[in-house]
């Protein structure tokens, strides 16, 4: 075997490797894409779950100030005679 057919022959083996290693390179690729495709959907569905609990405890914020704002009122009547129901604040008793 002359010295180029020697060459010839290695580089045949590395070329079969390099391919080798290339479809295995786009066989990982493909599987990160499909995996970064699932973590992007992931991603969106905590996202719009988080922002579907912040617009639930915000309606339950307000829900329970103004539940306490008039649970407040009301006991503020109770304690004082002025302000009973039917009365307001500028109302003589």
Do not use: W
Not at 38 to 44: E, G
Not at 66 to 92: A, F, I, Q, T
Request: aromatic share 6%; net charge negative; glycine share 2%.
């Amino acid at each position: 075997m002359s010295f180029s057919e020697k060459q010839l022959e290695d580089l045949s083996k590395r070329i079969e490797q390099v391919s080798e290693e290339n479809q295995n390179l786009r066989q990982q690729l493909t599987q990160l894409q499909e995996e970064y495709r699932l973590a992007q959907d992931n991603r969106d569905y905590v996202r719009e779950n988080y922002q579907e609990k912040v617009k639930e405890l915000t309606s339950e914020t307000l829900l329970t100030t103004v539940l306490r704002e008039k649970l407040y009122s009301e006991e503020m009547d109770c304690h004082d005679p002025n302000r009973g129901p039917g009365r307001d604040e500028h109302s003589k008793p």
